[in-house]
């Protein structure tokens, strides 16, 4: 099971910070990522990260203001983003990956959770 949190209203260059708590999941057998979708457009990969090793892998989009971290102990992963824009808008998800494929594309994974709504003020 994944738990997404943390969204919010933010006005455009503010800062959030996305939590995933995975539970039922050994987090160092999957790559997690988080996705986002944006009202009226199809879903998109972010971020996503492999606590086992913290490789990681991001979309052009964030490249420089977000980042992406793990912590084991807690089985959660942290999508930290800085410097947001209207177009960062969306519900943001986080899924778990078994294969470990540090894909960004939603096919790629196996186990979603609820998303967390994130809104970007001008």
């Known amino acids: 099971q994944l738990q997404a949190s943390g969204g919010g209203l933010v006005q455009a260059g503010g800062s959030l910070t996305l939590s995933c708590a995975v539970s039922?999941?050994?987090?160092?057998?999957?790559?997690i990522g988080w996705l986002r979708q944006a009202p009226g457009k199809e879903r998109k990969g972010v971020m996503c990260?492999?606590?086992?090793?913290?490789?990681?892998e991001y979309a052009d989009s964030v490249k420089g203001r977000f980042t992406i971290s793990a912590d084991s102990a807690k089985s959660t992963v942290y999508l930290h983003m800085n410097d947001l824009s209207p177009e960062d808008t969306g519900t943001y998800y986080c899924?778990?990956?078994?294969?470990?494929?540090?894909?960004?594309?939603?096919?790629?994974?196996?186990?979603w959770g609820q998303g967390t709504q994130v809104t970007v003020a001008s």
């Open positions: 039922g999941l050994n987090l160092d057998d999957y790559a």
């Open positions: 899924a778990a990956d078994g294969h470990k494929l540090l894909l960004l594309r939603p096919l790629a994974y196996d186990y």
């Open positions: 990260i492999s606590s086992s090793d913290g490789d990681f």
